[in-house]
C-alpha cells in the first residue's frame, strides 16, 4: 500500500533525526545549544517585556491576563444578574 508524502517525510525525518542524535557526543551538543537558544530566547523576552513597561506599553502577558480577568467579570455579572432576577421574581 502507498504511503502518502506525508508520512514518507516523517519517515525520513526521524532517520535523519536518528543518525543525527546516534553520536552520544553529537546530541549533548545538540542539546547543549537548543538549550543555550532557549535561555537567549528567554532573556530576549524578558528585556522586551522590561523595554515595554518602561515605555508605558503592554505586554503580550498583559493583554492575555486583561482578557482573562474581562472574561471573568462577564462571568460574574451574568450570575449576579442571574441572581437579581431569581430575587426580583418575574417582571411584566
Known amino acids: 500500500m502507498p504511503r502518502t508524502l506525508r508520512e514518507r517525510a516523517t519517515s525520513?525525518?526521524?532517520k535523519a533525526v536518528?543518525?543525527?542524535f546516534e553520536d552520544p557526543k553529537?546530541?549533548?551538543a545538540i542539546a547543549s545549544a537548543i538549550g543555550g537558544l532557549q535561555r537567549a530566547k528567554?532573556?530576549?523576552d524578558e528585556a522586551q517585556r522590561k523595554a515595554?513597561?518602561?515605555a508605558g506599553l503592554v505586554t503580550r502577558d498583559d493583554?492575555?491576563?486583561a482578557g482573562?480577568?474581562?472574561s471573568h467579570l462577564k462571568r460574574r455579572v451574568k450570575e449576579l444578574t442571574e441572581e437579581l432576577d431569581q430575587l426580583?421574581?418575574?417582571r411584566a
Open 68 to 70: 482573562k480577568r474581562l
Open 63 to 65: 493583554f492575555k491576563a
Open 12 to 14: 525520513l525525518g526521524m
Open 88 to 90: 426580583l421574581g418575574p
Open 52 to 54: 515595554l513597561h518602561a
Open 26 to 28: 553529537r546530541a549533548e
Open 42 to 44: 528567554a532573556a530576549i
Open 18 to 20: 536518528g543518525k543525527l
